[in-house]
Each structure stands twice: as structure tokens, then as C-alpha cells.
């Protein structure tokens, strides 16, 4: 089949008169197959977005209850009969307990993997400060760990939820692998044009730079996970968060120099709205034109 598309225009005389109508045809065939190849796309990437909020549900109810059950049962047989086994029985009880937790921070992480960019953003200026206090309190670094602050860390205009993940993945990450029971870590800002350019960095072992893209990809890590607890998503998640709002994080480090993330996020203005759609959210000058 064919489409074609026809445009008439009369030709007039000097007096306004029509003497003749002029046809024009032009074969529209590729355009409206095109057309139709993105409309089936678009509805196949509806379907599998659907299948995807189905299997999320899926994994949320019907794997983390039986591992909810088995981290509890080793928890009973290991209190009951605590005098019964020997050390390598409660260490193997201890190494279930502990895998269950990690299968559970797993599935976690995927779930929160899967709803970036699907779920409503509640935008507002939110106070980074405020947040990394919180998340070093959570944390409760050991003792010989210090966590400094250089400048007053400012606002910015993300979704709560999301400045929270980015600080506590990165803070918790150089506490996990700083390698030895000393250390500092610290936490500064300057400006970047439309956006607030953060950088975390401590003084641990540091990452080789042939590894520096391989830790953003998701379920890497370069410890062992019975070494280090791990499940591989947390740089994953920050990577995608922070790219969601059309910032970009990155890495410098060398072996046995530390590490440093460094990351930006948007200033925001009053004229941003909220992104409900999930798209990245445009930087405040992109938004400025847009309302004009």
C-alpha cells in the first residue's frame, strides 16, 4: 500500500480570478510507516514498563518474605542451640544470617534501581547540610574515621529522597573501604555554573584508574562481599540519580592516595516545576527559556 499526499492551489488572474488549479502528489509512504513503527514502539516500551512494575512487585513480596523466614529460623536454632553447636556450626549459622541480609539489601537496591526515573518527583530546595549531618549520624563512624565539613554545604533543588541516597551511598563507601582503622573523610562544595559541584573524598586506599567506570556499573565491587558488605548497586543508584537531574559524577583517585566523588546537582530557581514524568530535569537556564 501507498500513501500519497495531494496540494492543490488555485491560479489566479490579475483580477482574483481562479483559471486553473495546480495539483501537487507527494508519496508520504516511508513517513507513515515510520510513523507507525514509533506509535508499536512506544506501546511495546508501555508494555514492558508495565511488566517491569509487576515483576518489582513480585520481587518485593513473594522473595523477601521466605528470606525474612530463613534469616529468622537461623536466628532461633542459633539462639536455642547456641550450647549444642560447635564454633563452626554457629559460624556457619552466623554466615546464612549474613547472606540473608545481603540478599535483602540486594533485592532493596534493585527495587530502588528500577524506580528511578518511573516515579513522581517531589521537587524543593533541600538542604545538603542538614541531610549529610543526618547521614553521618546514621552511619555512626568508627571512632578513628573523621568526617569534616569544609564550607557551609548549600541548597539544592532536588528530590529529598535522592540527596539522601547520593550522601549516604558515598559516605558509606568511604567508610567501607578506607582499609585501615584511620582515617578522614571530607566533604566540600564550590560553584558550577547552573549547578553546585560537589566532592566527597577521604584518605583510604584508593581505586586503581583502570577501575574507575567499572565501579559505576551495577553489581561491581572490587572486595570480596564476604569481606566487605556489598551489594554492588550503591554507585549504580548515585550515577543514575545524579545523571537524572542533568548533573554527572565522577572519580579521581590513584592507589594508596584515597578517593575523591566528585558531583554536581542543580541550584534551582522559583520558576522550576516539578518533574512528574520522570525525564531528566533541565538545568534552571533551559527552564527560563522554556517559560518564555
Known sequence: DKWLKAVISPVKSRNGDVRSLIRITRDITERKRADEQREELINNLDKVNTELREFAYVVSHDLKAPLRAIGSLAGWIKRDHEKVLDSEGLENLDLLIQRTKRMNQLIDGILQYSRLGRIKLVLSHVDSARIVNEVIDLLAPPKGISVQIENTLPKVYCDVTHVMQIFQNLISNSIKYMGKPDGKITI???????FWEFSIRDTGIGI???HHERIFKIFQTLES????????????????????????????????????????????????????????????????????
Do not use: W
Open 188 to 194: 566540600s562544595h564550590n560553584e558550577n555554573g547552573e
Open 208 to 210: 586503581d584508574p583502570r
Open 225 to 292: 562481599r564476604d569481606k566487605v558488605e556489598s551489594t554492588g548497586i550503591g554507585l549504580t543508584l548515585v550515577k543514575k540519580i545524579v545523571e537524572q537531574y542533568n548533573g554527572h559524577i565522577r572519580l579521581k583517585s590513584e592507589v594508596g592516595k584515597g578517593c575523591e566523588f566528585i558531583f554536581t546537582l542543580p541550584k534551582g530557581n522559583a520558576g522550576m516545576n516539578n518533574n512528574s514524568t520522570g525525564d531528566p530535569i533541565k538545568s534552571p537556564s533551559e527552564l527560563k527559556t522554556g517559560a518564555e
